[in-house]
């Protein structure tokens, strides 16, 4: 059984290093996610226009901000504590720490969940698919079916499968609405009593569309291979040195992306390997500040006690003194003589 992902893994070595471009980058303040989420926002009310939303896996809050922006009453869970604390000002009362297998609340116009249920494990997705169906009829969704490079990629299933499990709970695709701006795999899902008529319908009008597509393109597939063949001939007979030229130009073509291909894995591999190095410098960095910790308390027990010894030895400095003027005055140790029989007396007089 895969595990999923703990609010550790999304620190701020998460946001602010290596996936989202550093602090300064994935904020609101940044105008190119900002605009981003400005647009989402646009077509979400243009499409929905819902009056109450809550984003699922909201991180620093940047739809929820947008959306807020459009006087859409909206709000955020995370299990990210660093996500919330770093959130922007205006927009930090409308996010919670939570996880999205608790009850969500609601009921919502429109939950939101983008590219987050690849993150967690798979009966804990599946509990969250069950808070999202108890707290809404509408469910933006989007989930990566790759990128299987990411560390925190535990859960990664094709775009059909979540569609699937939505339609176990009575909620199916809009087929009209276009979310591809998110991501390619963006749906929106939507509760309904659906008939078999409808379903089928529904089925042949994306069918229709894709298999007009596909016999497109099909043909033009087959107008290039029976171009190549006849440049082939052409090549064979010599009759065409253009043609060799044109065939010389696409062998090299094809080299030169075998090689960007080559240099496209190895570069992966890289950044797997950096990102595990990564992943092993912040437990090293925990562990760095746990005994920076204790050798401060150390250091500061250690300067007590020399301030102790310092003390000390000011009065021996003192005493020695004292006693080095009374030698050097013999007149003086009469005086000396009847303190310390007063001290053997106990004091007396």
């Not at 205006?90 to 590219?115: F, H, K, N, Q, W």
């Not at 064979?236 to 496209?264: C, N």
């Not at 009065?315 to 009469?334: F, G, I, Y």
Request: net charge neutral.
């Amino acid at each position: 059984m895969s595990e999923g992902t703990r609010s550790e893994d999304y620190s701020s070595t998460y946001y602010d290093d290596a996936h989202l471009g550093g602090y300064d980058h994935y904020t609101w303040d940044n105008d190119e996610w900002r605009t981003f989420f400005l647009s989402v926002a646009d077509r979400i009310v243009g499409v929905i226009n819902p009056r109450t939303v809550l984003d699922v896996g909201s991180a620093r809050g940047l739809l929820v901000q947008a959306l807020a922006s459009r006087d859409v009453d909206a709000s955020g869970i995370d299990i990210s504590e660093h996500a919330v604390q770093t959130a922007h000002e205006d927009v930090r009362d409308r996010l919670r720490v939570g996880s999205a297998i608790e009850p969500l609340g609601g009921p919502y116009d429109l939950v939101t969940c983008i590219e987050v249920l690849e993150h967690m494990a798979p009966a804990d997705a599946q509990r969250a698919m069950d808070s999202i169906a108890a707290a809404t009829d509408r469910v933006l969704f989007s989930s990566s079916p790759a990128d299987h490079d990411e560390p925190t990629h535990v859960n990664t299933r094709p775009t059909e499968q979540w569609a699937a499990w939505f339609a176990e709970r009575g909620f199916f695709r809009r087929t009209d609405v276009d979310l591809s701006f998110i991501s390619p795999w963006a749906v929106l899902f939507e509760r309904a009593d659906l008939t078999l008529h409808t379903l089928a319908q529904r089925y042949e009008q994306q069918f229709a569309a894709i298999n007009a597509e596909l016999v497109q393109k099909r043909q033009a597939l087959l107008d290039s291979h029976r171009r190549v063949s006849s440049l082939n001939e052409q090549l064979e007979t010599g009759t065409s040195k253009k043609a060799a030229a044109q065939v010389a130009q696409v062998e090299e073509w094809r080299a030169e992306v075998l090689a960007a291909r080559h240099q496209l894995l190895t570069t992966r591999d890289h950044i797997v390997g950096t990102e595990a190095q990564v992943a092993q410098l912040t437990r090293d960095n925990v562990q760095l500040r746990a005994q920076l910790r204790k050798s401060r308390k150390q250091l500061a027990n250690v300067r007590g006690r020399l301030k102790q010894a310092q003390q000390r030895i000011g009065r021996l400095v003192r005493e020695n003194r004292r006693l080095t003027d009374q030698a050097a005055h013999p007149q003086s140790r009469p005086s000396l003589v009847r303190r310390a029989g007063r001290k053997l007396l106990g004091g007396s007089r």
